[in-house]
């Protein structure tokens, strides 16, 4: 299955998404968090840095939850705003 290229809108929602998680994050190490969502350090990684800009529903749904945000917070602050 070949998967259609990301639009550049994605790829700028992918990265508000990981800009947002590093700001929540604050002092706590990537380990900390990535091991409190039940994903592995690399995945946070890649989705801190762009390299995932479309994490899976329920990897965002844990990571929020490990940093104490709200579903709703995320949407709102990540989400595609036209020039």
Do not use: Q, W, Y
Request: net charge positive.
């Amino acid at each position: 299955m070949v998967r259609t290229p990301l639009t550049p809108e994605e790829r700028e929602r992918g990265e508000r998404l990981g800009a947002l998680l590093r700001e929540s994050r604050g002092s706590r190490s990537m380990v900390e968090v990535a091991a409190a969502a039940g994903l592995s350090a690399e995945t946070l990684r890649k989705i801190e840095t762009g390299r995932a800009p479309t994490p899976a529903f329920f990897t965002v749904a844990a990571l929020a939850t490990a940093l104490g945000l709200s579903m709703d917070d995320l949407m709102r602050r990540c989400a595609f705003v036209p020039a």
